[in-house]
Structure formats: C-alpha cells, structure tokens
C-alpha cells in the first residue's frame, strides 16, 4: 500500500487505502461482469446485489432497526435542510419546528426549513460562540412542534453531543431529527431517541453525492404537497431508493466502506465498537496535545468536544501561515480551519489512522519548540 500525506480535510474527506485500492482495481471490470460501477443500470442484477449488500452492511454495523427506512438519497445535508421540513413539518398539522442552534450548520439549518414551516429557535449557543451546547433542561420546546432538530456534531465549531437528548424526559413527544453529517458511523446511534437521522457520504461513507437518510416508518406519508416526488421519503422508501437513478457509484464506494468497517478491529474490538474506541483515543490524543500547548488552544467545554473536527488556534494568529506551510512540508494537508471562524481545524475521520494524529501531535510539538 502507498504511504500518502495525512489528510485533515473536513470533507470530501480522507479515505481507507485498501478502499480506494480495491475500487482502483475494479474500475474497468466489476467482478467479471465486463462494465464499470458507473456504467451499469441502477436497476440490473449487478448494480441491484450492490446496493442491497450496502444497504445490509450499513444497517448492521449501526443496529438500524427494522422499523427505520435507510433511503439513499442526493442533494446533501443542505437538501435535507428544506426536505425534512417538507416532509415532516406536518406531521401533525401544526407546521411547528423547533431548532436547537450549536453552530453554523444549526443555524442553517434553522434558516432554511423557516421557508417551509414555523420555526422557534429553542435554544441558542451564541452566548458561548459556541463553545458549548445549550442545556438541555433549558430548551424551551412547544408542546406541538412537529419535529425538533439538533446537529449532533458540528463540523465547524467542533461540540458534539456525546448523548442524545432524551426528548420525552423534556416533556416533548416530538420526533427528534438529528443532522449527523460529519459523525455518521463514527460511533453507536441510540435509535430509541430517533426518529429521523440523515447526513451526506463525503466524510465518514464515501464519495460526495449520496446522502443517508434513516427515518422512522411512522414518519412518512405526511409531505406537503409542494414537496418533490423524488424528494419525499415515502416515495423513495416504497421504490427502495430506486425512484429516480441513485449515485450509483457513491453507493458501491460506501459499500465498500462498510465492509472495510465490518473487518476493521482495534483494541480487541471489531467493527464500529473497534472504530469508535479508535476515534475516542485519536481525539484524546490530539486534545490533550492542545490543553498542554502554550502556543495552541482548543476552547470548546470538555464535555462536548467532537471527536471527528478539532478546531484549534494559535494565541499568536500571525503565525497560521508558517505552520500550515510547515504541515504541508510535512505531509499534513488540509488543516486550514473554516474560513468563518479562522484558525485550524483536524478532521480526524473513521480513515484517518492514529499514526496521522501522532504525526499531528509530533508537528504541534516540534513548532512549539520553535516558536514557543
Ligand atoms: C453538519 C453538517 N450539516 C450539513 C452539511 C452540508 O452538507 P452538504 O455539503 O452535503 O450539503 C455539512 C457539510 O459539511 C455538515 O458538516
């Protein structure tokens, strides 16, 4: 296997060699069947065993259970923005969203799906620049909201909620809609707290242009009228992703991802327990680099750091550059942070090895003896 940089990127996002291998090596001829992924029919024999075998793989690593449709979808998280709404915020009649904003993808969130439906932020963490999650026991929630939506892991502001909110304890019946783009698959999903969960492939899955939707079966069936037919979850729950073409290809690369997944071990573990235990040792490794720096900081509260996006800042911002010309001579790439909030940021992916935050945590050392 070819040794290549540690990529950061927050997505599109680092991939597993043997993965990206393996679909090297199919490219031209599929198993024998003479065509490429791309270019066979969605609804063929062929393309038809990959998408149910995927499908399979991903229900089982992460326990979906039975009464859960996983759509395969396009348009990504920002699509699934406006189709939730458009699907859910009648679910029971009263057109009432409420949204828990904890960073830019929250906010988003909040602004789109006010295009469709009576959206209330119940609870805000601006006050902290969102360092931290609101407490929960603090959300004002409407008793007749029809969903409530929380961004599980924030990609930009790097707070993860490590639990989910428990919505009946808070005195709501309403279903919970958790946007888990960039920690899909990365750890468990406590489904009893769900009702529908969705997310783009293109950091822990795969390749850009498939989005996950798991959504509770009594959920479906309530669109607005102005919803998309190929947008509305019953529809493409009853054609079993097939409505319209899925991404193909998307589809077969996360297949292979979830294989990967299914043989993956660590630790004694195997499976997403042995990649969630190597997650939670990449993130304390790197977190504990950053709180002994006295050059970088990370300042998100410690109960609610993600372990996929770290973010992290220099005090002294005018030396951004030389370390990221400096990561970069080292084989470090795409560590720049988001450009609205500055900075740097690791994402540390499933794909992402630990010798990648060691190498990250022996550069973060080598630059504080330099410039500490
Ligand atoms: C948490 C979260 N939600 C939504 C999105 C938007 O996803 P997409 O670019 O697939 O539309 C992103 C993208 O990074 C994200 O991280």
Known sequence: MSSRPFN????????????????????????????????????????????????ADLRDLLQVPANFHILFMQGGGLAENAIVPM???????????????????????????????????????????????????????????????????????GVEFHQLPDLKALGSDAPLVIDCSSHQLSRTIDWSRVGLAFGGAQKNIGPAGLTLVYVRDDLLGKALPICPSAFDYRVVADAKSMYNTPPTFSIYVAGLVFQWLKRFSYAGKTGLAAIEQRNIDK?????????????????????????????????????NGVFLDGARARGLLQLKGHKSVGGMRASIYNAMPLEGVQALVAYLTEFETQHG
């Open 283 to 319: 993130a304390s490794l790197l977190y504990t680099a950053l709180d002994q720096s006295n050059l970088f900081e990370n300042r998100v509260a410690l109960h609610c750091r993600s372990r996929m996006n770290i973010p992290f800042y220099l005090r002294n911002e005018a030396l």
């Open 8 to 55: 950061f990127s927050a997505g599109p996002a680092v991939l597993p060699d043997e993965v990206l291998a393996q679909v090297a090596a199919e490219m031209l001829d599929w198993r024998g069947s003479g065509m490429s992924v791309m270019e066979m029919s969605h609804r063929g024999p062929e393309f038809s065993e990959i998408a149910q075998t995927a499908e």
């Open 87 to 157: 699907n859910l915020s009648q679910l029971n009649a009263s057109g009432k969203v409420d949204v828990v904003v904890t960073g830019a993808w929250s906010k988003k969130s909040a602004q789109e799906a006010a295009r469709y439906a009576d959206v209330q932020i119940a609870a805000n963490g601006a006050a902290t620049r969102y360092t931290d999650l609101p407490a929960a026991a603090e959300w004002q929630l409407r008793a007749d909201a029809a969903y409530v939506h929380v961004c599980t892991n924030e990609t930009i502001d």
